[in-house]
């Protein structure tokens, strides 16, 4: 079956504190020239421009997941998406919902050890996959109670 229970997209950054970095660097450059600082105006554009270009990325960068009845697939996509990776529920032992710490993991992204590997794109909850071999997956996760309620009865929770 293939059958999708649920399906979330997650954001790294949203896009109203993004803007407002942008638009505070372009009132420094404009308040800097009119001030008549020394301020090379092509460095100014340039710092802008990559800038814009960093906080563009970051507002498209977001961790797509989708749960089926057999699988879960997830991937970070932004401008270069790889491949969705693929979770079998046969290799599952326990799913469970969790909340973790900035400690725990060490920030968003792609992050882990040996025995835990986490994609997390923000916020403090995530989806814990218990594989048979004793390893662990977390996929972080805004919407922890619609997915335990749209998991159960079909996931090992």
């Known amino acids: 079956m293939n059958n999708i229970l649920f399906h979330e997209s997650q954001h790294m950054v949203s896009s109203l504190p993004a803007t ?9 450059v404009i308040y800097a020239i009119k001030n008549k600082r020394k301020v090379n105006r ?21 961790l797509d997941t989708i749960y089926y009845t057999d699988r879960v697939e ?21 799913v ?15 992050k882990g050890n040996e025995d835990t590997k986490a994609y997390l794109a923000s916020g403090d909850k995530g989806v ?22 749209s998991l159960k009865g079909h996931y090992p929770l």
């Not at 407002?20 to 420094?28: D, K, T």
């Not at 997830?74 to 693929?86: D, G, H, K, L, N």
């Open 74 to 94: 997830f991937q970070f996509v932004s401008v270069y998406s790889a491949p969705y990776e693929v979770v079998s529920l046969d290799s599952v032992s326990k």
């Open 42 to 62: 092509v460095l100014s554009v340039i710092i802008i421009l990559i800038a814009a270009v960093i906080v563009s990325i970051l507002i498209t960068l977001r």
């Open 96 to 110: 469970s919902v969790i909340s973790y710490g900035m400690h725990e993991f060490g920030g968003w992204g792609v």
């Open 128 to 149: 814990m996959f218990t594989f048979k071999s004793g390893k662990h997956l977390v996929l972080g996760t805004h919407l922890p109670d619609e997915i335990a309620a």
């Open 20 to 28: 407002g970095i942008i638009a505070f660097l372009v009132c420094f």
